[in-house]
């Protein structure tokens, strides 16, 4: 990269937009808060239930993405498919069934990664034998993964609400396609999706860093290639892929953020920057106006990023909670619902009452 050609044309380009996001105001603010918590979301919600349920989770992560780097992606994406379709409910685990499809065989989900739901399985097993069978939900486990993830990569830790429960359907095949935008989006079909799920501008450039991690399909993107190439796409970027996808419609697959691949940080916004985008998806997001101001800022503010990823990680995996013993249950196994009427389904109330009875026991 250092080498090609362009790179003293770049160079210059960064310095100039360097002094320009000094100035530039931003078309939508920077959050530096948390979102406010849905309504049985918590901080602290297993601090008696099973108050070792974050220790354990990170535990397990330590261990397998030191072993498969990949998996830390495969978890973050898990549960963007996951709270974009249906809310987050952890439907996007749920198997087929001779009765009913699985949200996993829609197109969008094919390529989610056998790894990730394998970790979520794991992870279910080890909290299971710690507090005892359904106490954490197999949503909060997506929740927590995904969160874990993020810093076990190099990206910022933070807190998470808890307290989701399982949803007890998958959404159809044509809910999925409803919920999640092709990567060949523009900027405004991209706000149109977010849209119904109320996250906005800003919300979309700092989800959209997600892609600073993990891999993608020829197939996502060679439309970019063939049979012309799109004008927006930096030359020796474009040779590098086609290297990789000589053909329209190769199996193959490559890296989304060239500069730091495996390691969570703002390099992605530096790819847009120089044109390096892999998906029309993120490209556009420093062509259009009303995102491009963002984009340039954490392009040269990591800090920033970090920031409104906090804010909007946190905010959409809100998105159509269920919380409360009405809603939904606690998955004994995250890939099927339970059956029949299961104890995690009695009055909540109930359930604390006989938790604070044992503990009063024990002490």
Not at 211 to 234: E, K, M, W, Y
Not at 296 to 311: E, G, N, R
Not at 325 to 347: F, H, K, M, V, Y
């Given at each position: 990269?250092a080498?090609s050609?362009?790179?003293a044309v770049?160079?210059a ?16 603010a ?6 406010p918590?849905?309504?049985?979301l918590?901080?602290d919600?297993?601090k008696?239930s099973?108050?070792?349920a974050?220790?354990?989770v ?12 990949g998996?830390?992606?495969?978890l973050?994406r898990l ?5 974009f379709?249906?809310g987050c409910?952890?439907s996007?685990?749920?198997d087929?069934t ?9 197109v969008p989900n ?6 990730a739901?394998?970790a979520?399985n794991?992870i279910?097993?080890?909290?299971d034998?710690a507090?005892g ?7 909060d ?10 810093a076990l990569a190099?990206?910022p830790a933070?807190?998470?609400?808890l307290?989701r429960r ?8 044509d809910a999925v396609?409803?919920?999640l935008?092709?990567?060949s989006?523009n900027?405004?079909?991209l706000?149109?999706?977010?849209s119904k ?9 700092a989800l959209s860093?997600?892609h600073?991690v993990g891999?993608a399909?020829?197939?996502s993107?060679?439309d970019?290639?063939f049979p012309?190439q799109d004008p927006?796409l930096?030359?020796?970027f474009?040779g590098?892929?086609?290297l990789?996808?000589?053909v ?5 697959t490559?890296v989304?953020?060239?500069r730091t691949p495996?390691?969570?940080?703002n390099?992605y ?10 998906f029309?998806s993120d490209?556009?997001l420093?062509?259009d106006?009303r995102t491009k101001?963002l984009?340039?800022?954490?392009a040269v ?12 990680y946190v905010?959409m995996?809100?998105?159509?909670v269920?919380t409360g013993a009405?809603?939904?249950q606690?998955?004994?196994?995250c890939?099927a619902?339970?059956?029949?009427r299961?104890d ?5 109330s109930?359930v604390e009452t006989?938790?604070?009875a044992?503990e009063?026991l024990?002490?």
């Amino acid at each position: 990269m250092a080498g090609s050609p362009a790179a003293a044309v770049v160079a210059a380009a960064l310095l100039l937009l360097l002094s320009l996001s000094a100035c530039a105001s931003t078309s939508a603010a920077i959050s530096s808060s948390y979102p406010p918590l849905a309504p049985g979301l918590s901080l602290d919600f297993y601090k008696k239930s099973c108050p070792k349920a974050e220790s354990i989770v990170r535990g397990f992560l330590q261990s397998a993405v030191s072993q498969n780097v990949g998996l830390a992606a495969a978890l973050i994406r898990l549960h963007f498919h996951d709270c974009f379709v249906q809310g987050c409910d952890a439907s996007i685990l749920l198997d087929k069934t001779p009765a009913q499809q699985s949200e996993q065989e829609a197109v969008p989900n094919q390529t989610l990664r056998p790894a990730a739901f394998k970790a979520i399985n794991d992870i279910r097993d080890r909290l299971d034998r710690a507090c005892g069978a359904r106490v954490v939900s197999c949503a909060d486990i997506v929740t927590l993964a995904a969160r874990d993830s993020v810093a076990l990569a190099g990206g910022p830790a933070y807190k998470v609400p808890l307290g989701r429960r399982d949803g007890l359907a998958p959404a159809s095949q044509d809910a999925v396609f409803a919920a999640l935008p092709p990567p060949s989006s523009n900027v405004t079909t991209l706000l149109s999706f977010l849209s119904k799920i109320n996250l906005d501008a800003a919300d979309l450039v700092a989800l959209s860093g997600g892609h600073t991690v993990g891999i993608a399909h020829c197939g996502s993107f060679d439309d970019r290639l063939f049979p012309t190439q799109d004008p927006t796409l930096n030359q020796w970027f474009a040779g590098r892929l086609r290297l990789t996808c000589p053909v329209q419609g190769a199996d193959n697959t490559t890296v989304n953020d060239i500069r730091t691949p495996n390691r969570f940080d703002n390099k992605y916004y530096v790819d847009l920057l120089n044109r390096q985008g892999l998906f029309t998806s993120d490209q556009d997001l420093f062509t259009d106006g009303r995102t491009k101001p963002l984009v340039t800022k954490f392009a040269v503010d990591q800090d920033a990023f970090f920031a409104q990823f906090i804010y909007s990680y946190v905010k959409m995996g809100q998105i159509n909670v269920l919380t409360g013993a009405s809603q939904g249950q606690i998955r004994a196994n995250c890939s099927a619902r339970n059956a029949g009427r299961s104890d995690d389904e009695l009055p909540w109330s109930v359930v604390e009452t006989v938790v604070d009875a044992a503990e009063s026991l024990v002490l």
